[in-house]
């Protein structure tokens, strides 16, 4: 079986500062992990993923996400957040050995003051 | 421009009627999927394609029919075996589906069915 954390329903960070998005995972195998976000009203856009090798995975709007295997984590980054990043963000696996699913968390949503 | 088209954007149902989803791709994609969105729950596939002409039950199929007769269109229909329709629904799709693939799935722009 598969399925994904994010332990935090909501983060709230101020314009200029850190945002860090959390999640977990749980697979028997090893794990494809992707980041999407969802702005209001709309489908789901991609940011980012890893597959395999470097641990640490840049995507698009200056996002960031570095696999931990030991911790079973994917945490989602910004070194300094806009305005603009406020949306709810998913996070999903996928079993390597595993079938076709994609499991999805329940989503996290980011607010960024200014 | 490429994408992945929904149609429409919201739609109301009646108790007791069918309703279909319209979903559209024009990226090649050979696999194509149905997903379900209610709020604090994330997304719930419902039905996946790999090719034309076949497909698979997702997590919560119950209520819902698809078809695949065409590489570009995956319609979804509500039917009114499914007692709480109300969500919205996101179509996307693939290159392929295969398990040991890292490939992504791209989303459209998700239609909104509420019952009335």
């Known amino acids: 079986a598969q399925s994904v954390a994010q332990p935090e329903d909501q983060v709230n960070v101020a314009e200029g500062n850190p945002l860090t998005v959390k999640c977990t995972y749980s697979v028997s195998g090893n794990p494809y992990l992707f980041w999407y976000v969802q702005y209001p009203n709309r489908g789901l856009q991609f940011l980012l993923k890893y597959i395999t090798g470097d641990n640490l995975v840049k995507g698009s709007y200056g996002f960031e996400a570095e696999f931990n295997k030991s911790q079973t984590s994917f945490h989602l980054k910004k070194p300094s957040a806009l305005v603009s990043d406020s949306a709810l963000y998913f996070c999903?696996?996928?079993?390597?050995?595993?079938?076709?699913?994609?499991?999805f968390g329940a989503g996290t949503t980011v607010t960024v003051r200014a | 421009d490429g994408g992945i088209t929904q149609s429409p954007k919201y739609l109301f149902r009646k108790e007791g009627q069918n309703v279909t989803l319209s979903c559209e791709q024009n990226l090649n994609h050979d696999a194509m999927y149905w997903y379900r969105q209610d709020p604090g729950q994330g997304l719930r596939l419902i039905y996946y394609?790999?090719?034309?002409?076949?497909?698979q039950k997702g997590d919560i199929a119950e209520g819902y029919s698809v078809s695949r007769e065409k590489k570009e269109s995956f319609p979804l229909t509500v039917t009114s075996a499914q007692k709480n329709p109300t969500a919205f629904y996101l179509c996307?799709?693939?290159?392929?589906?295969?398990?040991?693939?890292?490939?992504?799935?791209?989303f459209g722009e998700g239609s909104w069915l509420t019952v009335v």
């Open positions: 394609s790999q090719i034309v002409n076949d497909f």
């Open positions: 999903a696996v996928r079993d390597i050995r595993g079938d076709y699913k994609l499991s």
């Open positions: 996307a799709s693939s290159i392929v589906a295969r398990a040991n693939s890292g490939n992504t799935i791209y």
